[in-house]
């Protein structure tokens, strides 16, 4: 059985021709990945990239893209919140990959050095690369010591572009 984690935000951004916007959804409500990415897709129905960052219990962190509505890629920082959650088993319990190993990426500086060895990522580590953050930030990024998953998504949204409107969001 599923242990519940205590601590779940979910925040959606999403590009359109106007610019980024950032809205909170509710997974307790949703019961599968399908209704997942129907939610995700309804925050911004002309939206050309929608992200959507799910941060648990300080602890895990999952990344939902899609691409002018279509083509579903994933990651998760640790394949743990599958086996933890009702809302990461519905995120990541269809993964079968797991992303690229530590040992597969050449890690340029101990700045980009993940912390935690035990921590085994999943999905697709590269699905922001065309946005500037390669699969080996992204890795370091989720692995670096003292990083909570808060850290990871602000980090990322403000080299994607988007950190005001997720800024905005949080305080909101």
Request: overall charge negative; proline content about 3%; glycine content about 8%.
């Given at each position: 059985?599923?242990?519940?984690?205590?601590?779940?935000f979910?925040a959606?951004?999403?590009?359109?021709?106007?610019?980024?916007?950032?809205?909170?959804?509710?997974?307790?409500?949703?019961?599968?990945?399908?209704?997942?990415?129907?939610?995700?897709?309804?925050?911004?129905?002309?939206?050309?990239?929608?992200?959507?960052?799910?941060?648990?219990?300080?602890?895990y962190?999952?990344?939902?893209?899609?691409?002018?509505?279509?083509?579903?890629r994933?990651?998760?920082?640790?394949?743990?919140?599958?086996?933890?959650?009702?809302?990461?088993s519905?995120?990541?319990?269809?993964?079968?990959?797991?992303?690229?190993?530590?040992?597969?990426?050449?890690?340029?500086?101990?700045?980009?050095k993940?912390?935690?060895?035990?921590?085994?990522?999943?999905?697709?580590?590269?699905?922001?690369?065309?946005?500037?953050?390669?699969?080996?930030?992204?890795l370091?990024?989720?692995?670096?010591?003292?990083?909570?998953?808060?850290?990871v998504?602000?980090?990322?949204?403000?080299?994607?572009?988007?950190?005001?409107?997720?800024?905005?969001?949080?305080?909101?």
């Amino acid at each position: 059985m599923l242990g519940e984690i205590v601590s779940i935000f979910a925040a959606a951004v999403a590009r359109s021709k106007n610019g980024w916007t950032a809205s909170e959804l509710d997974l307790a409500v949703l019961a599968d990945i399908d209704e997942v990415v129907d939610a995700l897709r309804d925050t911004e129905p002309d939206a050309d990239l929608a992200l959507l960052f799910v941060e648990s219990d300080d602890e895990y962190l999952a990344i939902l893209r899609l691409d002018e509505g279509e083509d579903l890629r994933v990651f998760g920082s640790d394949s743990g919140f599958a086996e933890e959650s009702r809302i990461g088993s519905v995120l990541l319990g269809e993964i079968e990959t797991p992303a690229l190993g530590l040992d597969d990426l050449a890690v340029e500086d101990d700045e980009d050095k993940p912390a935690d060895p035990d921590a085994d990522p999943v999905g697709d580590a590269d699905l922001l690369g065309d946005l500037g953050l390669n699969a080996q930030r992204l890795l370091a990024l989720c692995g670096r010591e003292g990083m909570l998953p808060s850290d990871v998504t602000a980090e990322i949204c403000q080299k994607i572009g988007c950190g005001d409107e997720m800024e905005e969001l949080r305080e909101a």
